[in-house]
Nanobody, 123 residues
């Protein structure tokens, strides 16, 4: 009922910036909490950031606090992840997800997932 598609990934040098977008179709995002996760081959998927349904509250993993910003525009059915001061260890496939209003960093509460977009940060 909800389809998510990420875009905006690419290759940048350390210290650079990227802005990821997650466009939704099929249903409005007004009643869903949204989040970004990332995964590196051989490792478990890692929580990055979450935003409440109305966009009034955000929650970040300590590894990205002060560098990444999650935001949403419900009128455009789109969620964003602004990534600044990128580090080589940020290299991963980034995926967005839609879940309950209080999903936060609990993966089991997210019901819809995008296919992911590759982010590569070179040193």
């Amino acid at each position: 009922q909800v389809q998510l598609a990420e875009s905006g990934g690419g290759s940048v040098q350390a210290g650079g910036s990227l802005r990821l977008s997650c466009a939704a179709s099929g249903r409005t995002l007004n009643n869903y909490g949204m989040a970004w996760f990332r995964q590196v081959p051989g490792k478990d998927r890692e929580f990055i950031a979450a935003i409440s349904a109305g966009g009034g509250s955000t929650y970040y993993d300590d590894s990205v606090k002060g560098r990444f910003t999650i935001s949403r525009d419900n009128a455009k059915s789109t969620v964003y992840l602004q990534m600044n001061s990128l580090k080589p260890e940020d290299t991963a496939v980034y995926s967005c997800a839609a879940g309950s209003m209080f999903a936060w960093n609990i993966q089991s509460r997210y019901f819809y997932w995008g296919q992911g977009t590759q982010v590569t940060v070179s040193s």
